[in-house]
């Protein structure tokens, strides 16, 4: 039976291999318990060596064949289950292209058993920065706001990518506590995500914190990186997410003064700050 599949794995008849797993599958779930001979066949030969071949050969060929190809074999691993689990992941977190790595994610079992082994195996070490982004992302496929612990030291990876990817693991599994997450990230991570930060929290509702942060953005601006500074300001103002106070006026008329000294004041920076102004009544 093993040689069959292997044989139609080599053949890329992926129809035909999906069927005959499927079927297999059904059979190995659907065996009556008077039948435990038969049950323990199909789960001695699914653990054997040669079966393990042929998952590597499966991830194999899903790497290097076209797109059309790879939505079809993406259908015959639902039947493999988590036998390929950790060789889909060992690939994810090793393979160069973008696109291979993203249909990777889509196959990946979601299971914790499956998953958060190779995730603590690779955060507890020293790791390219590209092996810790995949492995924060992969550990969102959980969808568990409770493994924020294990990334939050994350926010402060010297590399803004690995910092990208906690937001999104922020972004995506969301949890109680997804406000205060995003503020501490506010914080602490590379200038070149701000802007992306101020629309998450614009976006999750205002607040007396997100309210403090964005006065404390606009306080310190001319710290924030000048590649970044204009747009992150625009945002803050265009939000009218400031503490209604006199110090709040203030800023915002400061930096009208500034946008009329470079002759900017019909520029995006000028009308957001003139439209939260208004806000502040």
């Known amino acids: 039976m093993l040689f069959l599949i292997e044989t139609m794995l080599q053949r890329r008849l992926w129809a035909e291999t999906e069927f005959l797993l499927k079927t297999l599958s059904r059979v190995r779930n659907e065996i009556l318990p008077s039948h435990c001979e038969m049950r323990l066949s199909l789960a001695a030969c699914f653990a054997s060596p040669a079966w393990e071949r042929i998952v590597d050969a499966m991830v194999a060929s899903f790497t290097r064949i076209k797109f059309e190809e790879r939505q079809r074999l993406k259908k015959v691993f639902q039947h493999v289950g988590e036998n390929a689990g950790g060789r889909l992941i060992e690939e994810l977190f090793r393979h160069p292209e973008k696109e291979v790595r993203i249909a990777l994610f889509e196959v990946i079992p979601r299971r914790t058993c499956v998953i958060l082994p190779a995730i603590l195996k690779r955060l507890a070490s020293k790791q390219p920065w590209y092996v810790l982004r995949n492995a924060v992302l992969l550990l969102a496929l959980l969808d568990d706001s409770g493994f924020f612990r294990l990334v939050r030291p994350f926010l402060k990876h010297p590399d803004h990518r690995v910092q990208k990817a906690v937001i999104d693991f922020i972004a995506l599994v969301g949890g109680d506590e997804m406000r205060d997450d995003l503020i501490e990230a506010l914080l602490v991570v ?20 997100v309210e403090a942060a964005f006065f404390s953005l606009l306080s310190d601006r ?32 400061r930096i009208l003064e500034e946008e009329k000294y470079a002759g900017c004041s019909d520029g995006p920076i000028a009308m957001a700050a003139t439209k939260a102004l208004a806000t502040l009544g």
Not at 190 to 209: A, C
């Open 222 to 253: 001319h710290q924030i990186d000048v590649a970044v500074r204009d747009e992150v300001v625009a945002r803050v103002c265009e939000s009218c997410l400031l503490p209604p106070v006199e110090k709040s006026r203030e800023i915002l008329l």
């Open 190 to 209: 590379d200038d070149r995500l701000l802007p992306g930060l101020v629309l998450l929290l614009q976006q999750h509702g205002g607040g007396e914190e």
